[in-house]
């Protein structure tokens, strides 16, 4: 521990040299871009396999600056996944073509309008 104290201390008078342990201080910098970037699309990373990815995504990628964003991107991340309801249409059956009305299969006339299915 002391140790790395003792480099900390060198390294950050030598900021400003060209030689010595620059090159760790930038692979330290990567890292911590690494890991903001990783912090600024978390969103999009919940969201990856949600059906509104695409909106999290730019919602994140837009407006994650603006915190207000990050974490309205979040939420909906987060939120669970609405379904549509789809009412479930028989598959035996026609409709009429004139009427609309769902008529069971073997009939030949629509028994709303009383055309021919
Ligand atoms: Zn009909």
């Known amino acids: 521990m002391e140790q790395s104290a003792d480099s ?3 390294k950050r008078s030598e900021r400003r040299s060209s030689s010595g342990p620059r090159s760790r201080e ?3 910098n990567m890292t911590f871009l690494f890991l903001s970037a990783i912090m600024y699309f978390l969103p ?3 969201a990856r396999h949600k ?5 999290i995504f730019l919602v994140n990628l837009f407006l994650g600056w603006t915190v207000i964003g990050w974490f309205v991107a979040l939420i909906r991340a987060c939120s ?3 379904y549509i309801p789809v009412s479930m249409v028989p598959s035996a059956g026609r409709f009429c073509s004139q ?3 769902l008529s069971p299969s073997g009939v ?3 028994g709303t309008c009383g055309r021919a299915v």
């Open 26 to 28: 930038r692979g330290e």
């Open 44 to 46: 999009t990373i919940l």
């Open 51 to 55: 059906a509104d990815f695409m909106a």
């Open 8 to 10: 900390k201390r060198i």
């Open 108 to 110: 030949h006339f629509c």
């Open 80 to 82: 669970t996944q609405r």
């Open 99 to 101: 009427c609309g009305a």
